[in-house]
Structures are given as C-alpha cells and as structure tokens.
C-alpha cells in the first residue's frame, strides 16, 4: 500500500534525509587527513548553502529548538549548529564503518537496563530494544560486533536514504549486515523475529518515527509541551514476543559519545478491553525518556520534519479509545 503524495510531503520516509551528504566523502577525507577541525572548517560553507536552500529543514528544526528552550533546555541553539550537529553524526558513522572511530571514548550508563541487557546474554535470552533518532545508533551496531554473544537485527526504512547506505558500504561492507528492511510488520516478519528472540537476538526498532501507511496505528502522547504521535507497534511486538523491552538512546556529550540503556518493561501483556490504554501508557513512557535525553542533548535528536503534525487516521490508540 502506498501513500499519496500529500501523505508523503509530510511524512519522514518522503524526506531525502541525507540529501546534503552529497560531498561527505570529501569532508570524510578532508577529516582522515588534517582532522576534525579543518573538516569542520570547511563543513560550514556546506551546511550554509543547505538550510539556505532547504526552507522546509530549517522551519522544523527551528520549531524543534524553540520547544526545546520552551521545556528548560538551552535557549541559544540556532538552526546552522543544529545541522552541524548532524553532519557530525554522520562523520562519525563514517568514521565508525572506517575503522577510525575512537572506541575508547564511548561511555555506558544505566545500571538497572545494562545488567538486565548483560543477564540477557549470559541466560541466552533475547530482548526487544526501542532506540530513537537521537544520536548514532551505529555505534552500538560496531559495539555490538565486538561482543560475539550480542546479535542484533535493526528493523530499518532506509529507502530514503540509499545514497547514504551505500557510501557506508563502501567503507565496510559490515555497516549493511544485520539490518532488516521493513515497511509494515506482516505475520511473517513476526514469526521471523520471534524466531531469532528465541535463539537470544536482540531486536532494534525505533520508537519515534509512525509507520509507513496511509492510515498508521499509532498512539498520542505529550512530547517536548505538545501532543504527538508515537508507533505502537514496538509494544505489540514486544507483547507477541513476549520479551522484556530496553531503552536505547545513543548522544555525544562533549568529547564523549554516551550509550544508554534503560528497562521499560520486563515483560509486556495487552488485555483485550485495556489494550489501548496499555499501549498509550507504553508510548507516553517512552516520550517522556526520549524528552529527557532530548532536554540534555537538545542538537543530538535528528528528525527533520514536522514531528508534531498529526497523522490522517482513524485509528489513533489513546487512553480514551475503547470507550
């Protein structure tokens, strides 16, 4: 099922996300060889010509920001640093897939979500992990290589990014591996990842973005002052594979890049008559984390289109739907 092209106009996956990485294997070598503070040098003019001509970018992430200094986080972040930021994250994907990446940097925090993650691999047992556009998530995908216990399959929509894909697979044909691509959860992808969680894999889905679909199930949640809507099926999954859930949110903090890792639930079960409730509860306690770590690391949270614009569907899991 495909979406109109209105839908898709303000939709995330009718976004060329990457489309200003055009030159990034220019400023990726610009960086190998002379480091990070000529790249950023001349990555400036570059970010300048991009929110110059990307009006509708640089209107979101404005938005964006003006809500984050609205909710107590910093009120001089401009649009330019914002993007800056981004273009960072994605040296450092490259970075990361080059084998140039400076591991000895990477700090893990969450005492209570990374012992239940690290009983995990010792019992055997799988889990479902909700990450988010804040940060880079492939920095876990590289950790995750590193620890032959922990495999990962990431469920990913990545055909709005392709270009991007690509210039990582160049680098290393690893960066493709693990990756699932998904545009709606069928049966049979179901039964595949149950599969995989009962041979103790850890699946990754993301939490922030709806469902490709003309009419998404998603439900609303309060996010950053104002109601928003989040995916459900990141729980219903989870109550299907009947695993615990863990946070994961990823964020560079000064010199450092921070992985965390939190519990959100140990186990998820969806009743018939409180089914919706149960499922808004869910998203409502994942916004407010990813508004935690958005708060702390306001430049960190990538998602360049109007997050808050309400999708066209009639059928929206709030609190007050099975009355």
Known sequence: ??????????????????????????????????????????????LAWYVLTKPRARRVSRAYLRRIAACGGPVNLSVMRHFAAFAETILDKMLLWGGLHDMRNVRLHGTDGADGVNRCLEEGRGALLICSHLGNLDLCRVLSQRNARLKLTVLVHTRHAQAFNRMLARLNPDSQLNLLQVTEMTPATAMLLAERVAHGEFVVIAGDRIPVSPQPRVALAPFLGQTAAFPVGPYVLASVLQCPIYLLFSMRMGGCSEVHFELLRSAVHLPRKARDAMLAELAADYAARLQHHCLRAPLEWFNFYDFWQLPDTTRLDTPDASR
């Open 1 to 46: 099922m495909t979406a109109s092209t209105d839908q898709q106009r303000g939709h995330w996956a009718g976004l060329n996300e990457v489309g200003f990485v055009a030159g990034m294997r220019v400023l990726f070598w610009i960086c190998r060889v002379f480091g990070r503070w000529p790249f950023r040098i001349v990555l400036y003019p570059v």
